[in-house]
């Protein structure tokens, strides 16, 4: 016997867990996103990226996205944030249909996208400026979000004085002085190294149990997303559409500590065999022909 | 024990290495001194007319005389005068062009075809007809300068701008910039380090086009000097013309190389 056989099903929720999922589902709906669909048409032909998503982000919610790559986890979030137009459907933010890219919903990218001739410190206040503000109220403001994500020793840095994560958490600041209603995130730690990584997840928790924001994260690590989110997205791929929606059991405050909790596990455990059918696994099926002598095997 | 010796190689010979301000120098001055002494020897070696071929100290003495007795500093000044006004139109035509070009297919698309081609016609072939538009005056010389440069300054801007990061035009476009403000604020600026790049370049394509410029009907410059010196075989006078024509070309290209250093501190060499 494995044990994963040993495993609870993260389906079978203990009475707080179902509370806390009720209670959720009772704030009011920040961004819903109805039959949404992308179609991709080029001289080749066309793509089917997304197909008929429904779902609602509730106030306050950490919903993570995952799936395949490939799956349009990027085209979904690139919808969301008005960089791209949908084929068929609608979004929705606080009730109201949006269209195009806006303020009120900040993006922060895989790559890095600082502006390389502004300070920390313009860079986040290139939100505001757009807007039409300035003077010290601004600059004051500005302080705080730098402060916020730890930086304030950098606030006359240029980018590239800085080290990855650093950037990114610079790109967090500065999405957030639009004071959004929605922080949408595309792998944004996708770059940095194992540790770094851990770091900024938890410095993310701290910042969205801090300020009014709702966040969007996908991401393609199971641990990120079991780690971070309330209710974790999973998107099947070809076309794109929503396989199942996980509420993650595991309490919160979230610690690395809780990695080995059952209902931990079981949760990864699930959208493990969502996202990797037990029939893609092992080689992808693809026979090696054996090259290496007799008496050398390994295991 | 192998000896390590095996892997060690001259500097200046690993590849992609640079080297240091010393090998710099000594490597030019070698270069430079071996180009002189050769030039000096062959000069006074009897080989060839020295009539054709004057020693460098003969040029230095005849580019001395042009400037202390024969006013050559004047004609300086008129060359200069050219480059920077027909020059500057030149940029003040081209930024906006290469701007909307790179940023916009419209505009490329209509402009493009059209300006495209010109980079092919040389320059001086517009002579005559400038000459039956502009007459002999100074608009004549003016626009010639102007027809050297402009095309490529176009398509080499518009390029520049098309190699904008993509993703930063979308962040600004998330944090709320307009479209005026996405071009402005971020396309151009971000372009900026890239433009001084390509209007360097093209500064020292605008002086390889002075002479000719003022080689057809001109009574002042750096080229008329020396068309004048043709006529009476003072073959030091048209070396000392080239050599301060030389001069004045890497001076600017300086001036712009500290203007790019100094301006975009983050985008020097080796920065990301
Ligand atoms: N601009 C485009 N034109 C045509 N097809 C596209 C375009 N953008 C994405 N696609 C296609 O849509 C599908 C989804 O792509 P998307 O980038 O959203 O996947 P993803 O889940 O973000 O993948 P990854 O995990 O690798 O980032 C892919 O099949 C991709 O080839
Ligand atoms: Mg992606």
Redesign the interface.
Known sequence: MTAVATLPDYREQSPAVAERFRKLKQRPVVLSVRGLGKTFGSTEGTVTALQGLDFDVYRREFMCVIGQSGCGKSTLIRIL???EQPTSGELLLDGKVVHG???D???V?Q?Y?L???LTVKQNVM??PK??GRTGTAVEQEARQWIEMVGLSDFENS???QLSGGMKQRVAIA??LA?QPRIL?MDEPFGALDAQTRAQMQEYLLQIWKNIDITILFITHDLDEAVFLADRILVLKAKPGRIDEIIEVPVPRPRSLDQAIDPEYLATKHRINELIHPREQRGGGGVEIPRMTMAGDEVE | MTPPSRHRLIPGWRFFEPIGWKGKLGLGLLAWGSFLLGWHLLSVSGWANPRLLPSPLEVLRAMAELFGERGFGADVLVSLRRILLSFGAAVVVALPLGLLMGAFAFPENLLNPLISPFRYLPAPSFVPLLLMWLGTGEMQKLALLFLGVIWFLVTLLMDNTRAVSRDLVESAQTLGANRRQALLKVVFRSALPTYVDTIRQMLAVSWTYLVIAEIVAATDGIGAMMMRAKRLVRVDEIMAGILVIGVLGLVSDAILRGVRWGCFPYARDGRK
């Open positions: 944030s008005g960089l890219p806006g303020p919903r900040g993006m990218f790559s996208t502006f390389p001739w290139f939100g757009m807007a240029y980018p590239f500065r999405a639009n949408l």
